[in-house]
C-alpha cells in the first residue's frame, strides 16, 4: 500500500518538472518505503509533456503521469490526481 501521494499539477514546466521531480525521488527514497509522484499536465503547450513522460519511463515504479486535454485550472487538475492516486495521504505542490 502507498503511504504518500505528492501531486505535482504542471503547467508550463518543461524547465522545473525534471529537477523538482528528480529532487523529490531522492528526498523520498530516504525516508519513505512506498511513495508515489502523480503528475498532471494541465494543458501546457510546451514540452512539459515530452518530459512528463520521460519521467514516468525513467521512474516508473513511482511516477504516475496524466494529461488534461486542454488546461483546466489547477483545482480541476489536482481533482485529476486525487482520482489517480492511491495513498493513503496527498500533499499537494506546483512545479
Same mark, same amino acid.
Given at each position: 500500500?502507498?503511504? $504518500? /501521494?505528492?501531486? @505535482?499539477?504542471?503547467?508550463?514546466? =518543461?524547465k522545473t518538472i525534471a529537477n523538482l521531480t528528480d529532487?523529490?525521488?531522492?528526498?523520498?527514497?530516504?525516508?519513505?518505503?512506498?511513495?508515489?509522484?502523480?503528475?498532471?499536465?494541465?494543458?501546457?503547450?510546451? $514540452? /512539459?509533456?515530452? @518530459?512528463?513522460?520521460?519521467?514516468? =519511463?525513467?521512474?516508473?515504479?513511482?511516477?504516475?503521469?496524466?494529461?488534461?486535454?486542454?488546461?483546466?485550472?489547477?483545482?480541476?487538475?489536482?481533482?485529476?490526481?486525487?482520482?489517480?492516486?492511491?495513498?493513503?495521504?496527498?500533499?499537494?505542490?506546483?512545479?
Open positions: 500500500m502507498i503511504q $504518500l /501521494s505528492v501531486i @505535482i499539477t504542471v503547467y508550463y514546466g =518543461e529532487a523529490l525521488v531522492n528526498q523520498l527514497k530516504t525516508y519513505l518505503n512506498s511513495y508515489e509522484i502523480v503528475l498532471i499536465n494541465d494543458g501546457s503547450k510546451d $514540452l /512539459s509533456d515530452k @518530459i512528463c513522460r520521460e519521467l514516468a =519511463e525513467k521512474y516508473p515504479d513511482v511516477v504516475a503521469y496524466g494529461q488534461l486535454t486542454r488546461n483546466f485550472s489547477e483545482h480541476n487538475a489536482v481533482m485529476a490526481a486525487l482520482n489517480i492516486c492511491s495513498g493513503d495521504y496527498a500533499v499537494i505542490i506546483d512545479d
